[in-house]
């Protein structure tokens, strides 16, 4: 996955994506860069929110679209037809 591409504030910034790149792999390879427990914490949540995001929020909106498959609103038309 290429971070640096994916908008992931409603700005429309790459900031999240560019640091999480600039300091990918510190841990895995010999590098004279410095960063503190702080840092590496930070870096790790975000990386988890990204992967929350991107993996579990779209598994749980699309077993929510399959649930919401046939439901009438109170309009009669359908829920799913609806919200496309």
């Given at each position: 996955m290429n971070c640096t591409k994916i908008k992931l504030s409603t700005t429309g910034s790459t900031n999240e994506g560019k640091e999480l790149k600039d300091n990918r792999n510190l841990a895995a390879h010999a590098s004279d860069q410095v960063f503190d427990r702080h840092d590496a914490e930070d870096l790790f949540n975000f990386a988890a929110a990204?992967?929350?995001?991107?993996?579990v929020l779209s598994e749980k909106f699309a077993e929510f679209k399959k649930r919401q498959g046939g439901k009438k609103n109170p309009k009669g038309t359908d829920i799913s037809e609806a919200a496309t």
């Amino acid at each position: 996955m290429n971070c640096t591409k994916i908008k992931l504030s409603t700005t429309g910034s790459t900031n999240e994506g560019k640091e999480l790149k600039d300091n990918r792999n510190l841990a895995a390879h010999a590098s004279d860069q410095v960063f503190d427990r702080h840092d590496a914490e930070d870096l790790f949540n975000f990386a988890a929110a990204i992967c929350e995001y991107v993996f579990v929020l779209s598994e749980k909106f699309a077993e929510f679209k399959k649930r919401q498959g046939g439901k009438k609103n109170p309009k009669g038309t359908d829920i799913s037809e609806a919200a496309t």
